[in-house]
């Protein structure tokens, strides 16, 4: 059965105030992406990550303790010493560096200085212009799958509604990136991952929202636009906060409890659904309104076909 039967919330009334907010939101994420940028990790930047086994018996320190130690004496205070699987094991991450031999260099200066029994897992060096590559190749990424939502929308459903998404997918974008900014959390190839799934996702829920919109206007003809996006809100309203909130669930327990190698991405996923939830109720659906989507352009009437003179 429809919604209008249920009384559906009026979700639209509200529409303005919200869109203030977002537009708020927006200018605050872009004022500090085009004043501080992005955090870029060793992906983007270049530099060096060196994966340890340091056993630690020969110092009173912990192993990341000694490590952070050496790194500052040796003039790295910028360096990222964090702990992966064991007690044992230490990730190092230097960036903004462009010297291939300084990996060894370190690992040798470790065994000499902290513990000769220190074991070099795995070492990974990228240059400058490796990760400018990779900052170019994530940005066409990005604006090649708005690209293709957009023209996935407007075969679909019709122009109005593709603008309407694809709006909606650069406002929950920005505003992700923003946060990344503003709290200068690194920005790395699992971010960007993260990114691109969540405008898989976000555009998921929209194409619901739609959907029951497109529904309602072919079946309840008495109802105005407003009444019409009110109803499909409310009718496919349980299903999206069921289906974010069980997957913020699996985001924050891998936030808390995954370490630092899945921090980036969790969150960056956390943020982006919370805000895509948001925006495939009020943004998308707003936009429509603003637009002025009519029931024609989705189900245009028929041509009257005009007959020949009447034969006498």
Known sequence: MLAVERGPVNFMGRRLALLLLSGV???????????QGLNFGLDFNGGVALQLE??????????????????????????????????????VRIGNNDDPLLGDRL??????R?????????????????????????????LLALGLVALYITFRFQAKFAAGALLALVHDVIITLGCFSLSRWEFNLSVLAAILALIGYSI????????????????????????VINTAISS?????????????????????????????FSI????????????????????????????????????????????P
């Open 236 to 264: 496919t309203l349980d299903r999206t906060l069921v289906t974010s909130l069980t997957t913020l669930l699996v985001l924050l327990a891998m936030c808390f409890f995954g370490g630092q190698g899945l921090f980036g």
């Open 204 to 227: 998921n829920d929209t194409i619901v929202v739609f959907d029951r919109i497109r529904e309602v206007f072919r079946k309840a003809r008495a109802l105005d636009t407003v009444q």
């Open 107 to 112: 690992v040798a200066d470790f065994r000499a």
């Open 114 to 142: 902290i513990d000769p029994d220190i074991t070099l897992l795995g070492m990974e060096f990228v240059g400058p212009s490796t990760g400018e590559e990779l900052r170019e190749r994530g940005g066409l990424a990005m």
């Open 54 to 91: 340091v056993p630690g018996a020969a110092s009173r320190q912990s192993p990341l303790e000694s490590i952070r130690a050496r790194l500052e004496a040796l003039g790295y205070r910028d360096a990222s010493v964090v702990a992966f699987g064991s007690d044992t094991d230490v990730m």
């Open 268 to 311: 960056a996923l956390s943020i982006g659904i919370a805000v895509g939830t948001y925006s495939s109720i009020y943004i998308a659906s707003s936009l429509l309104l603003t637009l002025k989507v009519q029931r024609l352009d989705l189900f245009p009437l028929p041509e009257r076909s005009t007959g020949g003179d009447a034969q």
């Open 25 to 35: 939101l927006v200018t605050v994420s872009l004022v500090s992406l085009f004043v």
